[in-house]
């Protein structure tokens, strides 16, 4: 069992910065992947940057050399620096955790914390 929960989101104005993190709880040994999701108003839920299985870091293009991913492991956290914000970012923004363990997997979403950019 793992628990997410957002915090950071708020409204700034196009070009600000805004950084969101996600607190992970429970079992986060067993976590294999977590990062964060975006759900844009008439759009559909998107991948914004994660550590994938593996270690390896994603990003969607659109917001590549804009955003940048962290993660603290001994504190169970994912940070998430937006800089350069523009009013297209504008949307909820979710943490989500992947993690295997006794031979399960399991999918976490955090509650989701809103980020307004305005223009």
């Known amino acids: 069992q793992v628990q997410l929960v957002e915090s950071g989101g708020g409204s700034v104005q196009a070009g600000g910065s805004l950084t969101l993190s996600c607190a992970a709880s429970?079992?986060?040994?067993?976590?294999?992947?977590i990062g964060w999701y975006r759900r844009i108003p008439g759009s559909k839920r998107e991948l914004v940057a994660d550590?994938?299985?593996?270690?390896?870091?994603r990003y969607a293009d659109s917001v590549k050399g804009r955003f940048t991913i962290s993660r603290d492991n001994a504190k169970n956290t994912v940070d998430l620096q937006m800089n350069s914000l523009k009013p297209e970012d504008t949307g909820v923004y979710y943490c989500?955790?992947?993690?295997?363990?006794?031979?399960?997997?399991?999918?976490?979403w955090g509650q989701g914390t809103q980020v307004t950019v305005s223009s």
């Open positions: 989500n955790a992947d993690s295997y363990y006794g031979g399960k997997f399991n999918d976490y």
């Open positions: 550590f994938a299985a593996g270690g390896k870091i």
């Open positions: 429970g079992n986060t040994a067993a976590i294999s992947a």
